[in-house]
């Protein structure tokens, strides 16, 4: 395998295995308690359940977002589709960059919400479980509204894609 000779198998069998699994994308968005806007793209959201309306997302307690994310009691979830790669790989880069330009106004409880996606969700977190080095957070979506329906837009070999287009 290709990499760091040091790295353990089991790592880097991980890494491999999970470059090649697509997965959608979206954003996450909430505030510091200044009141500073912040958000990172995720590949983790999942659906946990429908009566309550619940969903997850994971995230690395040493991202820039955790702070945020551990004191802040609300998110926004967004939904990106084709037409959003930019802005997924606008707040995949560097965290002062990431609200910097027009794509984004306040929205519910004064949370950031990005315009253009295919759809956006606020919801309250009513669980951060911790494992490891990580979280999994547990969303009970209140709100939301839609954009116009799109092409989805996967992560997939880190880089995004969206399905059936030239690579």
Known sequence: MDGDPNAPEDLAAFKHAF?????????????????????????????LSSVPPLATFNMARSASTWPAIAWNDRVVIHILGARNRALAQTLSGPQAQRFVGEHWAPGPHGLPVLTGVTSWMVGRIVDRVLVHNSAVVVVQ???????????????????????GAEV
Not at 22 to 45: E, K, Q
Not at 141 to 163: F, K, Q, S, T, W
């Open 141 to 163: 979506i209140e709100a939301g509204g839609m954009g116009e329906n799109d092409d989805a837009l996967l992560y997939h070999e880190r880089a995004y894609r969206v399905p």
């Open 19 to 47: 470059r090649r699994h697509a997965a959608g994308v979206a954003v996450i968005t909430s505030l510091r308690p200044d009141g500073s806007p912040v958000g990172f793209t995720a590949t983790s959201l999942a659906s």
